[in-house]
Structure formats: structure tokens, C-alpha cells
């Protein structure tokens, strides 16, 4: 692979970053998952998984969904039909840089 083709720019920088890529991962491979779930997943502090939680929603990647089930508050997050198809792309464009 010659320098032109390696772009890691290329790469979707919502996605990249480490919590953010362990979210997406885990939750490509769910239908829904808990925030509790998530930051078990994750070993994320309950803040560090709010703010990327937050900025995955804000691309349009993951669907956040809050209630409160016998008075306590309950998040669950999913894929949205776009961070699927972006994850799809993160994964495809991973390949083609390293080759795989």
C-alpha cells in the first residue's frame, strides 16, 4: 500500500476514539443495552460515559432512551439505522488501511 492510499483520516473521528469505538462495538452487537450495562462493558466512570454517550447521540449514531421504571432512572441506548451504517463504514475503512 503506497503513502497515498493510507488516509488515516479516512477513519470517522466519532467513532475513533476508545470508549466511543467499545460503545459502537458493543452496541452493533445488541439491540438495546443498558447505561449500567454499558459502563460494566466499558469500565467507564458514570460522567467519561455520559459525555461520549452524548457525543455518539449528537452524531446521529445511537438512539438514547430515558425513563424512570419504579422511580429510578433507566437509560438504554441503541444503534440508529445511521450509527449502524457508520459502524459498518468505520470497520470497512479499518480494513482497507491495515490491508485485511
Do not use: C, Q
Not at 470508549?19 to 458514570?46: C, H, N, P, Q, W
Not at 460522567?47 to 438512539?63: P, Q, W
Amino acid at each position: 500500500m503506497s503513502d497515498a492510499e493510507f488516509n488515516a483520516a479516512a477513519l470517522d473521528e466519532v467513532i475513533h476514539g476508545k470508549l466511543r469505538l467499545g460503545i459502537m462495538a458493543y452496541l452493533s452487537s445488541v439491540s438495546t443495552a443498558s447505561f449500567t450495562e454499558l459502563k460494566e462493558k466499558t469500565g467507564a466512570s458514570d460522567g467519561n460515559l455520559s459525555v461520549h454517550m452524548r457525543k455518539l447521540e449528537e452524531a446521529g449514531y445511537v438512539a438514547v432512551d430515558k425513563r424512570f421504571v419504579k422511580r429510578r432512572p433507566r437509560t438504554t441506548l441503541a444503534l440508529t439505522p445511521a450509527g449502524r451504517k457508520a459502524w459498518i463504514t468505520y470497520l470497512d475503512e479499518l480494513r482497507r488501511l491495515t490491508g485485511a
